[in-house]
């Protein structure tokens, strides 16, 4: 089973430039994630998605940032414009549906850094 | 506020002996537990889990307790093996519910040394 393929792997942009980063879930996942983790801690949920439906955007910084997942399969995150607290690794993740229980599955990450 | 942490940020055990690796809670709505495993730039790997209906999760060298009551779980590696060395992530969410995302701790650095 081929596991969650996100890229670009590394990102290196300037303050207030912008960025978008892919993800493609595990065939026949329902359910995607995006996480942010920041060095020294654990990942921290920006945006779920149910299908193409947003399930939990709550911690998104929705003047920056943005996320689609138009035909239910792929998704995209976008920043624009892009902040020094943004430097992060970008994790997607996704699950067979949304309801606890089920664990979810990691992509390796895209590293951004803000200079 | 951290609604789960792990308090350690590192640990280093010989190869052969047992790791233990703690995680606390504080939100009583939890109950299910994960274990992820990070190696350096790449993701969590799941490794095993447990809801709260349990308070024992075994899978080969691999085992999760649950102190519901003491809302404190851990995670016990026996015989520890280099390979294990890595970042050890516990993450929580509610069981059934709708949403399913996870609050991480802020992992244990696991050294398992030869």
């Known amino acids: 089973e081929a596991g969650v393929a996100q890229s670009p792997r590394y990102k290196i942009i300037e303050k207030r430039q912008s960025v978008a980063f892919w993800c493609n879930p595990i065939?026949?996942?329902?359910?995607l994630y995006w996480y942010q983790q920041i060095l020294g801690q654990g990942p921290k949920l920006l945006i779920q998605f149910q299908n193409n439906g947003v399930v939990d955007d709550s911690q998104l910084p929705k003047d920056r940032f943005s996320a689609e997942r138009l035909k239910g399969v792929d998704s995209t995150l976008k920043i624009q414009p892009a902040k020094l607290e943004d430097s992060a690794v970008y994790l997607c993740a996704s699950s067979l549906d949304a309801g606890g229980g089920q664990p979810q599955h990691f992509g390796d990450g895209t590293r951004l850094s803000i200079l | 506020d951290q609604q789960v942490k792990q308090n350690s940020p590192s640990l280093s055990v010989q190869e052969g002996r047992i790791s233990i690796l703690n995680c606390d809670y504080t939100?009583?709505?939890?109950?299910?537990f994960l274990w992820y495993k990070k190696y350096p730039a790449e993701g969590p790997t799941f490794l095993i889990s447990i809801s709260s209906i349990k308070d024992k999760n075994e899978d080969g060298r691999f085992t999760v307790f649950l102190n519901k009551s003491a809302k404190h779980l851990s995670l016990h590696i026996v015989p520890s093996q280099p390979g294990d060395s890595a970042v050890y992530f516990c993450?929580?969410?509610?069981?059934?519910?709708?949403?399913?995302?996870?609050?991480f701790g802020k992992g244990t650095k696991l050294s398992v040394k030869p």
């Open positions: 065939s026949g996942h329902a359910t």
């Open positions: 939100n009583s709505m939890f109950d299910y």
């Open positions: 993450a929580a969410s509610v069981y059934g519910g709708s949403q399913g995302n996870l609050i």
